[in-house]
C-alpha cells in the first residue's frame, strides 16, 4: 500500500510512539489525524507538524479513547474533512496498576471501541473503502510482567483482539488487515514513569530481566508500524520488536 493521499487514524499521537508514527506516515505522504486526550500537547505537535508538512496535512482533535462521543464525533469529522480513513493505529495506552480498571478501560476497551467505530467507515461491506489496522501492545501481551499484571492482561487482550478481528475481516471480506507490535522498553515519557505506576506491586520493581539492554526508540516502533501498513500480505501478524529486530509471533493453531 501507498500511503501517498491515504488518511491515517492515530491515537495517543501526542508524544511518545504516536508520535513517531504519525510523524513517519506524514514523511510518506499520508493525511494523519492527532487523536489524544493532551490538548496543549496535541495542539503543539500539530503546529511543529504544520511547519514541516504543512497546515492541510494533519488535524489535531481532543479525543479520549474512552469515550463513544469523542470517537464518533473525531471518527465523523476526519471522514467529513479529509473524505476517507484507510489507516488506524490504536495506540493510546496507560499503566496505572492502582486504577486497573482505568487501564482496561483505556488500553483495551479503547481499542475495541476505536475499531468497531472506524469499522462503520472503513468496512468494505458497508461502503468503506477497506485499510489496515494497526495495534500497539508489548511484549507484556505476550510474557507477562509480574510487576503490572493488569497492564500485561491488557496487552494480552490487544494482541487477541486483533488476531480475531483479521480472521473475522477475512471470513467477512471487510478488506481490513489487521496486525499487532509488542515492543519491549521504549524511550518515553510513558517508561520514565513507569516505576511509580506498579501500585501494590512497586516491591517487584528490580525483578525484571534485561534491565542493562537500551530502550528502543520511538522512530524503531514508528518503521515497523509502518511496514505493517504497507506490506499487503500482512495480516493477522503478531511482530515482538526488541533490540535485536522484529520477529513475526507464531501461536498454537487447532486447540479447539
Ligand atoms: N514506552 C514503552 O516502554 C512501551 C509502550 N508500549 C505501549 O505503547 C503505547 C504508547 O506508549 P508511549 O508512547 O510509551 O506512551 P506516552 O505516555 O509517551 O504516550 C501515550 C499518549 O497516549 C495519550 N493518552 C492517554 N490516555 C488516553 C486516552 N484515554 N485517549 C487518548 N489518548 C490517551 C497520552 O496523553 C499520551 O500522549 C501504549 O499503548 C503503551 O502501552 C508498549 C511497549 C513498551
Ligand atoms: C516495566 C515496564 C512495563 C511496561 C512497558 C511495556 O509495555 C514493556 C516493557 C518492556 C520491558 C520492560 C523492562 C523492564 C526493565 C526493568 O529495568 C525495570 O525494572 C524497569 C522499571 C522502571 C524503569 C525506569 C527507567 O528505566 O527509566
Known amino acids: 500500500m501507498s500511503l501517498g493521499g491515504k488518511v491515517a487514524v492515530v491515537t495517543g499521537a501526542a508524544k511518545g510512539i504516536g508520535k513517531a508514527i504519525a510523524e513517519i506516515f506524514l514523511q510518506n505522504g499520508a493525511k494523519v489525524v492527532l487523536l489524544d486526550v493532551d490538548e496543549p500537547a496535541g495542539k503543539s ?49 496507560i499503566l496505572k496498576e492502582d486504577d486497573w480498571e482505568k ?28 485499510g489496515v489496522v494497526v495495534n500497539t501492545s508489548s ?22 483482539f486483533t488476531r480475531a478481528m483479521a480472521a473475522a475481516s477475512s471470513a467477512s ?37 534485561k534491565s542493562s539492554e537500551r530502550a528502543l526508540d520511538p522512530s524503531e516502533v514508528a518503521e515497523c508500524v509502518l511496514d505493517l501498513v504497507m506490506d499487503e500480505m500482512k495480516n493477522g501478524e503478531t511482530v515482538l520488536l526488541s533490540q535485536s529486530g522484529k520477529k513475526y509471533v507464531t501461536f498454537p493453531q487447532n486447540l479447539w
Open 45 to 93: 505537535l500539530k503546529y511543529d507538524l504544520d511547519q514541516q508538512f504543512g497546515e492541510d496535512r494533519s488535524l489535531f482533535m481532543k479525543c479520549s479513547v474512552e469515550s463513544d462521543e469523542d470517537i464518533k464525533a473525531a471518527l465523523q469529522s476526519t471522514v467529513d474533512i479529509f473524505g476517507s480513513i484507510d489507516i488506524l493505529c490504536n495506540n493510546a495506552g
Open 103 to 130: 487501564t482496561i478501560s483505556i488500553n483495551l476497551g479503547g481499542v475495541i471501541r476505536m475499531t468497531y467505530t472506524a469499522l462503520e467507515h472503513m468496512n468494505k461491506r458497508s461502503g468503506g473503502q477497506g
Open 139 to 160: 511484549v507484556a501481551g505476550l510474557d507477562p510482567l509480574l510487576s503490572c499484571p493488569a497492564y500485561s492482561a491488557t496487552k494480552h487482550g490487544v494482541v487477541a
Open 173 to 209: 471480506e471487510y478488506g481490513i488487515r489487521f496486525n499487532v507490535i509488542c515492543p519491549v522498553r521504549v524511550q518515553t515519557d510513558f517508561f520514565s514513569s513507569v516505576s511509580q505506576n506498579f501500585g501494590r506491586f512497586s516491591h517487584l520493581l528490580g525483578a525484571l530481566q
